[in-house]
């Protein structure tokens, strides 16, 4: 339970990213802290918790969906595609730098750099077009 109170929060907040399905999340990060039984570094628990739900993805036949009704951040966050959105979730708050991620995501560095690129330009899109006042003719 002491990796739980430690990097539960962090992992939470991971996987949240990953899915916008709650209980997906919880499953993900219980098992990967319960199940865990080697180093409890975020770093390792967020390469578990990545693997669990990419294991989960692949083997599902339905695709999350790509609209959200959310006008939000954590809805910009949800259109990005998966491999965006976790190359984003391993790096805010699993630990890994994008080297690191890459390994996780059996990706090559380059790629993973150009995921995050791409998800912070999409987001901060996004966050301009939101703020962009309106003209009210």
């Known amino acids: 339970m002491a990796t ?12 949240r990213m990953l899915t916008d399905d709650v209980e997906l999340a919880d499953q993900l990060v219980v098992g990967a802290v319960v199940g865990g039984r080697g180093p409890s570094e975020v770093q390792a628990l967020s390469a578990v918790v990545y693997r669990s739900w ?16 959310r006008a939000d951040i954590v809805g910009q966050v949800h259109r990005l595609a998966a491999n965006h ?10 630990d890994h730098d994008y080297r690191r991620a ?36």
């Open 54 to 69: 990419a294991d989960r993805r692949d083997r599902s036949s339905q695709a999350e969906p790509i609209d959200r009704p």
């Open 85 to 94: 959105r976790a190359a984003l979730a391993l790096c805010k708050y699993g």
């Open 4 to 15: 739980y109170d430690e990097q539960g929060q962090r992992l939470h907040l991971l996987a």
């Open 102 to 137: 890459a390994v996780v995501m059996g990706l090559s560095a380059e790629r993973v750099a150009q995921l995050l690129s791409e998800a912070l330009w999409t987001l901060g899109s996004a966050a301009a077009q939101d703020a962009e006042p309106t003209s009210a003719a």
